[in-house]
């Protein structure tokens, strides 16, 4: 889990690279295609073609588009926002992931759950600063949708985990991702820079390591134990912020992001602590 943080905070690193260059769709085309040869292999030589074909496609259409709204918008935050600040926003996932499960797949949420969910929301709005004078910006918006995209998507892979396998969930996303943007990117495209044909290979490597990795975390361990492991990306993202771009988080972005982050690791401790209870 560990080495999936860092080589996803790798690769949004290229991806903020290529940002001021390329359109936000164009950067998803390009996440998608510069990891699918690789991620393929990986798939082929796991789990073998006929997993992929037996699968339930209107759920993977919908995780596709998912895919592209929540890159082209992470993407366009990435343009003006340092790392940092994209993922303390970012953040926020998880707590909606707990909301919508509870609302749509109908899990049980207590009363604590929902404080500490809202609790969450109020440091996304230390993060925004909304009186004006802050980061409420699209760019900072455009991260909120993002992480939207991917609680629903999270809620659409527990329906499709009960029948499908992960390497089909894997290949599809990532294949619809790379068809789906290079379609709606393809008027506005951009030649790629020489420059960047080395990001390009980064992109890949690192999307690709990043995902077998995370596959394999979530495959041997509770998800609940080794999730916290997810919020050591703030520490990629301050890391990478003052080595590429020379900028550093203020206090109150960092005050929003303790509250957001103690919001997630409460519910990921009575989460576990329920299971716990459950299967003793």
Known sequence: ??????????????????????????????????????????????????????VRWTLHLLRGVLSIIMLASFAYALRTLPLAETYTLFFIAPLLITALAALVLHERVDWRGWTAIIAGFGGTLIV???????????AGLAVLVSAT???????????????????AMVFWMLTMTSVFALALSFREWTPIHSEHWLVLIGLGVFGAVGQYAITDAFRNAAASRIAPLEYTAL?????????????????LTLSGAAVIIAAGLYLIRRERTHVEAEHP
Not at 128 to 138: D, F, N, Q
Not at 149 to 167: F, K, L, N, P
Not at 235 to 251: C, E, F, N, S, V
């Open 1 to 54: 889990m560990l080495l999936a943080v860092a080589t996803f905070s790798l690769m949004d690193a290229c991806l903020k690279v290529l940002t001021p260059h390329y359109a936000p769709m164009q950067v998803a085309a390009l996440r998608g295609m510069s990891s699918w040869p690789l991620v393929t292999a990986w798939v082929l030589y796991d789990g073998g073609a006929r997993a992929l074909l037996r």
């Open 128 to 138: 925004l600063r909304p009186t004006g004078a802050g980061m409420l910006t699209l």
């Open 149 to 167: 995209g991917y609680a629903i998507s999270a809620i659409a892979v527990r329906v499709i985990g009960r029948s499908d396998s992960t390497q």
């Open 235 to 251: 520490i990629w993202g301050i890391a990478l912020d003052y080595a590429l771009w020379h900028t550093l988080p203020d206090a």
